[in-house]
């Protein structure tokens, strides 16, 4: 099977003054179109940036990020967004809805940049959204959801326009254990339907155990590489 | 969804909007209403020059305007009055004087006033005496005798109705021509250097004190619509016998008012600027606080691959809701403002001699001018939306993950 990702010895070093921090160190790792993985690691060792890097949010300092086959490490910030919004589907730890928008609008969000015409837009919002269990919350605001059902609701926004790939970081950290795992069933329901390629963080032994692949990150770099089927 | 966000977005803060919002309106009600009233000002001194024995057009003997003694009378006013009957067109009206500078004296004062010889039925129709007599009655065609004085002169003098009031001037032969007038009324006018300045004979009491004949000072002439002066003059000068006559519409007549509107004009541009500076920073520190609010928001539309032009695009959005219900609450209240003095005008007597000296009313009513309404909301929704650009641009610039990491 290809691989959807391929990083070959990625660095990235943040600058805070005079102090360097490497967050990564030479990070290699090959992903598979329709892989359910989690890159697992302590808080500061590397794994939100490796998403922000594969997600084309950040720059690496060196070392070469394909995405499709796309090296996205000599993109332009514009090639980057279209890149983003035709292939990858973001779902953050804070939720990050937009609050002025209902639950179905947010969905149908990221479908009005990519030009889609608005009955389709709707129509494939409320499948979505039905899909994730949301269908009588269509008409509601973020405020007005509970956490799980926020996350949820980010989850449908990331898949519904079917990106190649969803990068979901800490993706359960807001949510209680009972919800958490709901959200995890749910999105490794949508990668086997959907064949998905799901990439999330997470410190979560529950995360963990639900994906198909653990990476273990740590001082930035991959400590530990197990395939869990 | 842009404009359904940007709707809502400027109520995710109802206070601040409202505070905004309340900024555009007094800056597009002061810019409207108080530019109202300065058109209300230049309106009046244009009607008050053209109502005091001005009218739109006049015709003098050449050389008259320059130095406006008896010899440069018109001589031959059967030319004159035939080439009015010919050129004016429908609805205008006009009438002869006779005008010289003379001295007023009574047993208590004296001095330098103009005297008016005047057809009080024509003159009626034309200028402000015919309904400016507050006391005493209008001057009748055959009064040779009859004198009607300002309110202000009559004060000046210490005279009242009925009493004798002698003119002195210079007559055609060189020679003091005097005459003595009995005061038959008095009149009111807007200016009261006008009531001071002038006094109104019959024409023929008038040419018959300076020997005169039936010769005339001047023809003034009153059109429906004061925009067809121009070309009612071209064709006046065109029928009147060449280097003989100067003909002269109200711009040339009243040269200062001339000057003060063209002033005005620029006046009011000024002020919509200013208010426009003062407003535009409220616009733009109100976009900025909101665009800082949201950075982690701008940084979601930029991770979900929302292009930066996008995103000036919705903070523009939002700003031109803004301005327009600002705009459209402003006009409201300036033209309701506008509509409540219609009637009555401020009142400014208290200042009156100031004021008069620069040709200005006692009263001053608002006078609505279409192209200062476009203007002024022009004024803020471009400049408004121009200076949004700065916030809408710095939204655009944040980098997805330094916006979202913005706690």
Known sequence: ?229 | MYLQMGWRNIWRNPRRTIVIMTAVIIGVWAMIFLGALMRGISEQMVRNGITTLTGHIQVHHTGFRKDPVIENSIDKPEVVEAALSKILPQGARWTTRVRVDAIASNARHSGGITLVGIDPGREAGISFIGQAVTEGVYLKADDKYGIIVGKALADKFETKLGRKLVLMSQDTKGDIASRAFRITGIFRAEMETTEKQFVFVTIAAAQKMLKLGNEISEASILLTDYKGADRVADDLKRVLPSGSYDVETWRELLPLVTAVLKMYDWFIYLWFLVIFIAMGFGIVNTILMAVFERIREFGLFKALGMKPWWIVREVLTESFFLLILGMVAGNALGFLSIFALAGTGIDLSALSEGMEFAGMSRVIYPVIFIKDIVTANLVVLILGLVVSAYPAVKAARFTPVKAMAHT
């Open chain 1, 1 to 229: 099977m290809m691989n959807i990702v391929e990083c070959r010895d990625v660095k990235k070093i943040y600058r805070q003054g005079k102090v360097e921090v490497h967050a990564l160190r030479g990070v290699n790792l090959s992903i598979q179109k329709g892989g359910f993985v989690a890159l697992a690691g302590p808080s500061g060792s590397g794994k939100t940036t490796m998403l922000n890097i594969i997600g084309g949010l950040d720059y690496a300092n060196s070392g070469s990020i394909t995405l499709d086959g796309n090296v996205i490490n000599e993109m332009s910030q514009s090639k980057l967004a279209s890149l983003r919004l035709q292939n990858i589907g973001f779902v953050f730890q804070a939720y990050n809805l937009i609050p002025v928008l209902s639950a179905l609008e947010n969905v149908e969000f990221v479908m009005l940049l990519q030009g889609v015409p608005a009955a389709e837009r709707r129509e494939r919002a409320t499948a979505i959204l039905e899909d994730v269990g949301l269908k009588d919350a269509c008409s509601r605001r973020p405020a007005e959801l509970s956490g799980g059902q926020q996350q949820r609701v980010a989850v449908a926004r990331a898949i519904v326009s079917n990106p190649l790939i969803v990068l979901a970081d800490e993706p359960t950290a807001n949510l209680d254990s009972k919800t958490g795992e709901g959200l995890m069933e749910m999105m490794r329901e949508m990668n086997e339907k959907k064949n998905v390629t799901f990439i999330f963080s997470t410190h979560d032994q529950m995360v963990m155990d639900y994906a198909r692949r653990l990476v273990h990150i740590r001082d930035g770099l991959v400590a530990d590489d197990q395939n869990q089927e």
